[in-house]
């Protein structure tokens, strides 16, 4: 199956740092991927939808200039978090949607950022 | 906007045996794809199944089989000789077609454990 990747899976920094997180479709190409944040015992909530090439489209309630997205290669997304607080602690995941097929997500193992 | 319920907060089974996870789904759309995914302790997030709207027959794989019943927007989940590495939390989506994007909505999730 399609593997995605995403790195690191942990990440501790100190507060008002920022902090990129990577996404990677390793065997597809993917022209969108997804980026979501979940708390614990909780489900995942869509931020923002990254598209090759241009502009993420961000989900009501999530700044823009906190989560900043590129997405900037058929392969490869990132998720930089800005002037990180404690409140933005939380674990993040992205998925990559394989291009032409079956309209399936596939996730990256995710990574838990904390903030102190 | 399309909504996802997963009503059984946690389940328990016993090895070997059958369990049923429910889930229902609100939208007006006529096309569009329902998933089960798995997110074990590990977190990372695996696609179990995957439902095709315009397709009556139910999907099944291996020990995963869905009831698909479109009027009554219900997608329940049957998971047959349960195995111990099933324990995860369970995750119905719902999946809605356009023209860019396909997001997930997911909901809140099921805690299934597996007990010896």
């Known amino acids: 199956g399609a593997v995605v990747s995403q790195h690191p899976s942990r990440v501790i920094c100190k507060s008002g740092t920022s902090v990129k997180i990577e996404c990677r479709s390793l065997?597809?190409?993917?022209?969108?991927m997804f980026w979501y944040r979940q708390f614990p015992k909780q489900s995942l909530m869509l931020m923002a939808t990254?598209?090759?090439?241009?502009?993420?489209?961000?989900e009501q309630g999530v700044e823009k200039d906190k989560f900043l997205i590129n997405h900037a290669s058929l392969t490869l997304s990132t998720l930089t978090v800005t002037s990180a607080h404690p409140e933005d602690s939380s674990f993040y995941i992205c998925?990559?949607?394989?291009?032409?097929?079956?309209?399936?997500?596939?996730f990256g193992a995710g990574t838990r950022l904390s903030v102190l | 906007a399309q909504t996802v319920t997963q009503s059984q907060p946690e389940m328990s089974v016993q090895e070997a045996e059958t369990v049923t996870l429910s889930c229902t789904y609100d939208?007006?759309?006529?096309?569009?794809?329902l998933f089960w995914y798995k997110q074990p302790p590990s977190r990372q997030m695996i696609l179990v199944i995957r439902?095709?709207?315009?397709?009556?027959q139910n999907a099944t794989e291996n020990r995963f089989s869905v009831n698909f019943q479109k009027a009554a927007k219900s997608f329940s989940l049957k998971i047959s000789d349960s195995q111990l590495g099933d324990t995860a939390m369970y995750f119905c989506?719902?999946?809605?077609?356009?023209?860019?994007?396909?997001?997930?909505?997911f909901g809140a999730g099921t805690i299934l454990r597996v007990k010896s």
């Open positions: 065997d597809f190409q993917a022209t969108t």
């Open positions: 990254s598209n090759e090439g241009s502009k993420a489209t961000y």
């Open positions: 998925s990559a949607r394989v291009t032409l097929a079956k309209n399936i997500q596939y």
């Open positions: 439902q095709e709207a315009y397709k009556q």
């Open positions: 939208t007006s759309e006529n096309n569009y794809y």
């Open positions: 989506a719902f999946m809605k077609l356009m023209e860019y994007g396909n997001k997930l909505v």
